[in-house]
């Protein structure tokens, strides 16, 4: 199974960025998806989820309204739309993928950075 997770980078505040999670090696839509961040020196955060069919979805208090998962289980495709960025949501954000209420697999990550 491998998540690869692509689209970060650095951005201004108030800025936009487009996350992409391209899944491969498992039957994408049997499970739920979600994307994750850490920034330095903090502990790896919840930022939302997906169910595996699209139709529900969840998010971190501080990114509602601005951020929304999104996927095609046409493509095996999470999308993470970032919209107002600010310099908090700096981090490394990582796709996951869930089956039975366990993060079975992991991306490796990409880097967001948002000046201020």
């Known amino acids: 199974v491998q998540l690869q997770a692509s689209g970060g980078g650095l951005v201004q505040a108030g800025g936009s960025l487009r996350l992409s999670c391209a899944a491969s090696g498992l039957t994408f839509d049997d499970y739920v998806m979600a994307w994750f961040r850490q920034a330095p020196g903090k502990e790896r955060e919840f930022v939302a989820t997906i169910s595996w069919s699209g139709s529900s979805t969840d998010y971190r208090d501080s990114v509602k309204g601005r951020f929304t998962i999104s996927r095609d289980n046409t493509k095996n495709m999470v999308y993470l739309q970032m919209n107002s960025l600010k310099p908090e949501d700096t981090a490394v954000y990582y796709c996951?993928?869930?089956?039975?209420?366990?993060?079975?697999?992991w991306g490796q990550g990409t880097q967001v950075t948002v000046s201020s």
């Open positions: 996951a993928a869930s089956t039975r209420g366990v993060w079975s697999f």
